[in-house]
């Protein structure tokens, strides 16, 4: 008798455990409504303002978080502390994700900012003297787009085979008969050292940080149709999640595009 009163406290347990268990994988399946996106600092932070009002139309609440820094937004959606971010190109996501273990996917395409040389020294190309310090971008998909931008401007000549699969470094650079003095450094670096470069290639949310114009500044700059296109990325586990399409949505909703073409005159220009 008790053997029996125990087999059936033992069913009865074991229900409980698959009837919370069934419970809080459906609360995990559904939806949620707040979400936090890591974006850089400037015209991301410009830009998620209008997204999040037309988000929170569709009962999305997105809280920004700024980040200076490149290196960080994926770490940081990689851990768990931001459900999404929205700051990065195909080619810089393929580099981190392959160098740092990540499993961060796109979801949706958002602006292309093509790149450009600034100066504080010159007012055009052809004003760069023989042996001028150039900054250039010290991570490897950055420092890529700038040698094939200095290529474009014939300024140097790289191996083909760096062309042809995108990872140009310094050492790849078979030609420079100005004899540039290549200067690798952080992307958020190198508007602050633009007093001891003669050019440097700035990306466009830190070159409008630091109150350049893409249009009126830059002594060379990329072409509106590049393959640079940024994204927003989540974690592979989410990239089906209702929450991401909202996200995606929201961010490619008339109201914004309308403001990224108004507000950034040709700087930025809708990818999607």
Request: proline content about 6%; charged content about 20%; overall charge positive.
């Amino acid at each position: 008798m008790h053997s029996a009163l125990h087999r059936r406290t033992l069913v009865l347990a074991t229900l409980a455990t698959a009837l919370l268990a069934g419970g809080s994988a459906f609360a995990q399946g559904a939806d949620k409504n707040n979400i936090k996106v890591g974006v850089s600092v400037g015209n991301g932070e410009q830009i998620f303002e209008v997204v999040r009002k037309v988000a929170a139309r569709d009962g999305l609440n997105i809280q920004v978080v700024v980040f200076n820094d490149y290196q960080l937004p994926n770490a940081a959606l990689a851990a768990g502390d931001l459900d999404a971010n929205a700051f990065q190109h195909q080619p810089f996501l393929d580099n981190q994700n392959k160098a740092r273990g990540f499993d961060i996917v796109p979801v949706g395409l958002t602006i292309t900012a093509p790149l450009g040389f600034y100066s504080r020294k010159i007012k055009d190309i052809a004003q760069l003297p023989d042996g001028a310090a150039v900054g250039i971008q010290n991570d490897p998909s950055n420092g890529n787009r700038a040698l094939l931008l200095l290529q474009s401007a014939g300024l140097v000549t790289l191996k083909p085979e760096a062309v042809r699969n995108n990872t140009a470094t310094p050492f790849d650079v078979v030609g420079n008969p100005r004899k540039l003095k290549l200067v690798p450094l952080d992307a958020a670096q190198l508007p602050r050292s633009l007093d001891d470069l003669t050019i440097a290639a700035i990306n466009n949310d830190y070159a409008e940080k630091a109150g350049l114009s893409l249009a009126k500044d830059a002594v060379i700059r990329e072409g509106a149709k590049g393959p640079y296109a940024n994204l927003i990325a989540v974690r592979r586990a989410d990239k089906d999640k209702p929450w991401a399409k909202r996200l995606v949505a929201a961010y490619q909703s008339p109201e914004v595009k309308r403001f990224i073409e108004e507000k950034f005159n040709g700087s930025l220009i809708p990818a999607f």
